[in-house]
């Protein structure tokens, strides 16, 4: 077996130093090894989008990503989203718009709306769309994750807060 | 609203906190102490005799704490279980599945070995070092082709694939036929492909078993919708007992019928955790999943219809093949009888149906329910038929449809194919989504499309669909459902369901019910599911059954908690019982207001026992278990527009009304939801979806790269209308909505493609380069 490198990340505002294979992938990293099991692996093939997170400010598909390509680096991750005990924004629209059936893929899809909404906070309905077409989504249809992302939207620039900065 | 979660309004969903943040736990989120892992070395041929395995390079691999094949679990591990067997040869034993494939693969995928070790990446690099010795063997493939005398013969012993046969005599339907064309009438016929499908939940399979030697104490972590069955007939295939075994059901990333089965890992990873004394883990991958998870549909069918000239349907002749793929697994062998045979009316009051079913081995995945199981491919079918002979009569659809509709005061209603209909009123349905999305304007607009050269295409569905099963004898285990429902000294009630929910929602439905029955606030009603150690022996989510089935044990058992409050309250108010009502957390008795005991102290008179009249059993305690009397029958309308691009051959979907009755809805968010997700699937059936196998059994679609589901700028904005019709199946008056989405949307969307290039079938998928293909008479 390869030698481990020792890597250090900065997961939602915490540094970890931790040594790991090279090849492990980064979602088996946040998974297995920080124990924050709500990023998910939907495909391990880059299409389905249920392994979403930022790293260093962008959205990434953490299973084509390896742990020791974020060594240095800052990662969100839907746990590390809204304060302690609340909400982001984005999480209540998903909430009040029914935009999640079974959830499986709502951590990526929220994290990819993150993404989306900060690159462009007035999105049109097509925008979404287009904008999500890497998370599948087997259960909602999509239609509901739609009205989520415009209600986070209205909510985000109404609401004094700011979203949680994304180490960016 | 009240201060009672009134039914029949949008509630947010309870769920979703846990969903949104994180927190909920799959699967693959729990962590055992000392936990192994586990990979499964599966088939690369379709068909292959195994002549030898060696696996002393893996098990020497560091890391690596067991190989098992075959051998190893023979005379431990039972075989696969299968609900309802048929006779001939399904009975006699062909289809039997082995845990782990002994002297022949059968299908791409088909498991040969496992690997136990200490994490997942040693597990799958021990894959590599087995070395298995096949003898590829011819394959079949095509479902016709293997039902040929000369075809390669999976189960060599019965001299055929095929597995039962139902050729009842024609004679009858042949002469309505002829009688038929004698009088001037028309006669259409058709070959239908109902492609094999992927159901595809975005989280796959998954188990962790843990064993206790020491009492013989397995606990079972799968991702399933059957915590029960599940565990019933595990605890036979590893010869425990019932109570020795504990299924739990943790949050489920969607199921679509894929996980109501009964599949080798659960038992290989308990066999592994007995064996080893360790928990085991076993998380399937996304090209396990597509090519060893069963898959759905898979039918070829024949089509005859007979109608009088001016549009009246006077007969069908049908004949279905199912393909079975390799091997049996739960419903695989019924799906076609069980469920596609009966609904071959539709919503048509058509006298005279006949149907002929052959059901076929082919060395693919085994097929069995995927969202609809059988009812599509039933609905597709008549559909279909519709379409056909009105383009035949040159008549409007939705005129041929309304002519030919049981109408609403025939219900109860027992079709041609005998299946008994509750209630309905497709009419109705139809109407109003003629009226939404504008109808005949939007057949003006269409002509003038076309005389602009633009493909404009509209494709109407009318269904009918069964649910909530189900009565005495669907299956040999039975199709009740049950609720154990308690009420705590606090005035909190606790909910214990056997149906086993996977984002369906039902923990808010089901407290809205009691909510509702209770008037107290839908907050102080805890819903649970999943454990078979805390819930009563269920039988699980699938078939649009859980809130028709299982909620009506839910109310049932909190209407037998407030009599008995109420006979409590009775004697605490000095009242007659027959005098008491219950409102706002109060019980009263009727007409003098002032005499009142809250809901609260009732309950904790209840629980505390000493301050009870003589006679009455202290606790609020009670189980239910509904046993449905009929199946019940939700319909509707789906209307799609679309246009395709003449150059490209790409379909777009231009305007999608769905007008769907499922009887009361409960929570008009949840089933709104429902229905979208429904049409999605069935949009990905008629324009995207197909797994494919190449001629020598190899699987081409082994990743969402190659088996494309619908993403968000394929599907439109979905406009949505219902009309309701209640039903006296259960005492909710609830219908189910689960799969009523998906079965109206893939013929409303072949339709309206095929409508679109002015032919009158295309097979699915109606994908780009197939219409290209037409467009341009390639
Ligand atoms: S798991 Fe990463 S894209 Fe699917
Ligand atoms: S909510 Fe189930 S996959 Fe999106």
Redesign the interface.
């Known amino acids: ?1 390869t030698t481990k490198r020792s890597i250090t990340v900065t997961v939602n505002g915490q540094q970890h130093q931790t040594e790991v ?1 090279p ?2 992938l980064l979602v ?1 990293y946040l ?2 090894v920080l ?11 880059s ?2 989008g ?1 392994c979403v997170v930022m790293l260093n400010g962008e959205a990434i598909k953490s299973c084509t990503v390896l742990a020791v390509q974020a060594d240095g680096g800052e990662v969100l ?3 590390g ?2 304060p302690e005990g609340g ?1 982001h924004p984005i ?1 209540e629209g ?3 718009k ?1 935009g ?8 990526g899809m ?1 994290m990819a709306s993150y993404q989306l909404l900060k690159n462009n906070p007035h999105p049109t ?2 925008e ?3 904008g ?2 890497g ?12 009205k989520a992302v415009q209600d986070a939207s209205e909510r985000m620039s109404t609401s004094a807060e700011t979203p949680v900065p994304a180490g960016d | 609203m009240g201060i009672a979660a009134m039914l029949g309004t949008p509630v947010k969903r309870r769920e979703d906190p846990r969903l949104i943040t994180g927190q909920a736990t799959y699967v693959d989120d729990i962590k055992l102490l000392g936990m192994l892992h586990m990979t499964v070395l599966r088939s690369p041929y379709g068909h292959a005799r195994i002549n030898t395995i060696n696996t002393d390079a893996a098990r020497q691999l560091p890391g690596v704490v067991a190989v098992y094949t075959a051998q190893d679990i023979k005379g431990t591990v039972g075989n696969i279980p299968v609900a309802a067997p048929l006779p001939p040869h399904i009975t006699s034993g062909m289809g039997r599945r082995l845990p782990l494939a002994e002297e022949k693969v059968r299908f791409y995928g088909d498991p040969v070995a496992i690997v136990i070790a200490e994490n997942r990446y040693i597990a799958r690099d021990a894959l590599d070092l087995i070395d298995v010795d096949y003898e590829p063997l011819p394959v079949a493939i095509d479902v016709e082709k293997a039902m040929q005398p000369d075809s390669p013969i999976l189960y060599e012993e019965f001299k055929t694939n095929v597995a039962t046969s139902m050729h009842p005599s024609s004679e009858q339907i042949d002469k309505i036929f002829a009688d038929t064309v004698a009088n001037g009438g028309v006669i259409v016929k058709e070959r239908f492909v109902n492609q094999r499908l992927a159901p595809s939940p975005m989280e796959t399979r998954g188990v962790v078993a843990e064993y206790r030697k020491s009492d013989k104490a397995l606990s079972l972590w799968s991702s399933s919708q059957i915590p029960h069955l599940l565990r019933n007939y595990l605890a036979i295939q590893l010869g425990l007992e019932q109570n020795q075994v504990r299924v739990i059901v943790p949050e489920v990333g969607g199921g679509f019928g894929c996980k109501l089965n009964i599949y080798p890992e659960e038992a290989l990873a308990s066999f592994a955790a007995m064996k080893t004394g360790r928990p085991v883990k076993w998380i399937e991958d996304r090209d396990e999943n597509l090519a060893a998870t069963i898959h759905g549909r898979d039918q070829v069918n024949y089509l005859e219809a007979a109608a009088t000239r001016d549009g009246k349907v006077v007969g069908l002749k049908f004949h279905v093949i199912s393909d079975m793929g390799s091997y049996l697994q739960f419903f695989t062998d019924v799906i076609a009888i069980a469920f596609t045979l009966p609904m071959l009316s539709g919503c048509y009051d058509i006298p005279n149906i006949y149907s002929s079913c052959d059901t076929v081995f082919t060395n693919k995945a085994p097929t069995d329910a995927y969202r609809g199981a059988g009812r599509p491919e039933a609905t597709y079918m008549v559909e279909r038929a519709m379409d056909v002979i009105a383009n035949e009569l040159k008549r409007d659809p939705a005129e041929i449809r309304l002519l030919n509709f049981v109408q609403p005061e025939q219900f109860p209603h027992t079709m041609a194919t005998g299946a008994l209909y509750d209630s309905g009123n497709y009419g109705a349905a139809l109407e109003k989504a003629l009226d939404i999305i504008a109808y005949d304007k939007l057949r003006e607009e269409q002509k003038q499309k076309r005389a602009q050269g633009k493909l404009m295409g509209i494709g109407i569905s009318s269904y009918v669909e069964m649910c909530g099963i189900g009565p005495k004898g669907t299956t040999p285990f039975g199709l009740y459902e049950s609720a154990r429902v308690r009420i705590e000294q606090s005035g909190t009630v606790i909910v214990y369901t056997g149906t086993s929910p996977h984002g369906q929602g039902e923990e808010t439905t089901f407290a809205q019910i009691v909510g509702n029955a209770l008037s107290i606030p839908q907050e102080k009603v805890l819903v649970l599911h999943g454990d078979t150690d805390s819930t009563p022996e269920g039988r699980g989510t699938y078939g649009s059954r859980t809130t028709s089935v299982g909620g009506s044990a839910v109310f049932q058992a909190t209407e037998r908690l407030k009599e008995k409050m109420k006979t409590i309250a009775a004697s605490m108010l000095e009242a007659s019982a027959s005098d008491i009502e219950l409102e706002d957390e109060k019980f009263t008795v009727a007409g003098s207001p002032q005499k009142s005991v809250p809901f609260k102290k009732v309950a904790a008179a209840a629980n505390t026992s000493n301050t009870l009249p003589p006679g009455i059993e202290p606790g609020l305690e009670t189980t239910v278990f509904f046993e449905p009397e009929a199946c019940t029958f939700p319909f509707g309308t789906h209307i799609c527009v679309v246009e395709v691009d003449q150059d490209t051959g790409e379909p777009e979907i231009t305007r999608y009304v769905a007008v769907d009755d499922c009887g009361k809805q409960l929570n008009p968010l949840i089933v709104a939801g429902q229905v979208h997700g429904g049409i999605a699937q069935g949009v990905g059936q008629a324009m995207y979806e197909e797994v494919v196998y190449n001629e020598d059994g190899q699987l081409l679609t082994s990743t969402f790269m190659d088996y494309a589901m619908p993403i968000a700028p394929e599907l439109p904005h979905f406009e949505l209308g219902h009309t309701v019709t209640p039903t006296n199946v259960n005492p909710l008056g609830v219908k189910g909505v689960g799969e009523a989405g998906t079965i109206g949307s893939t013929p409303a969307v072949a339709a309206a493609i095929a409508d679109a290039l002015g032919v009158a079938h295309i097979d699915m998928p109606l994908k780009s380069e197939k219409l290209w293909r037409i467009i341009h008479k390639q």
């Not at chain 1, 124990?35 to 093939?45: A, R």
């Not at chain 1, 998370?135 to 739609?146: E, P, S």
């Open positions: 077996m294979e090849r492990m088996h998974r297995e124990d924050l099991t709500g990023t998910h692996i939907g495909c391990n093939t299409q389905c249920a991750t839907i746990e989203l809204a909400l999480q998903f909430w009040e029914h999640l059936q079974c959830g499986f893929c709502t951590p929220i309905e097509t979404i769309r287009r999500l077409e998370n599948i989504c087997r259960c909602t249809g999509y239609q509901n994750i739609v």
